[in-house]
């Protein structure tokens, strides 16, 4: 078993900045593909960002240049940081983690977090 607690969401301004937080406890974290999802009201889980054991990363097109994902095996955490934040960057966002190779659908990943809500205002 993997647990995940995320935080560091809240309340922000277009542009601005927030850094996620996803903190894993149970198994050997550093193994797992780590990803971030955002869910908006009324609309499906969408991929934001994944990082692989190693250290490789995947972006959503509508995220690339602005969110950076990075872990730090040592702490058992992976982070989001989101720049130039848009008030459609508005949803909850989850992290999720399994053993898998990377991929962008939500529904291939076991352990998920509770969620964290990132409110963007314009």
């Known amino acids: 078993q993997v647990h995940l607690l995320e935080s560091g969401g809240g309340l922000v301004q277009a542009g601005g900045s927030l850094r996620l937080s996803c903190a894993a406890s149970g198994r050997t974290f550093s193994n797992y593909v780590v990803a971030w999802f955002a869910q908006a009201p009324g609309k499906v889980r969408e991929f934001v960002a994944a990082i692989r054991s190693g250290g490789t990363t995947s972006y959503a097109d509508s995220v690339k240049g602005r969110f950076t994902i990075s872990r730090d095996n040592a702490q058992n955490t992976v982070y989001l940081q989101m720049n130039s934040l848009k008030p459609e960057d508005t949803a909850v966002y989850y992290c999720?983690?399994?053993?898998?190779?990377?991929?962008?659908?939500?529904?291939?990943?076991?352990?998920w977090g509770q969620g964290t809500q990132v409110t963007v205002s314009s």
């Open positions: 999720a983690a399994d053993q898998s190779p990377l991929t962008t659908v939500f529904r291939t990943y076991v352990y």
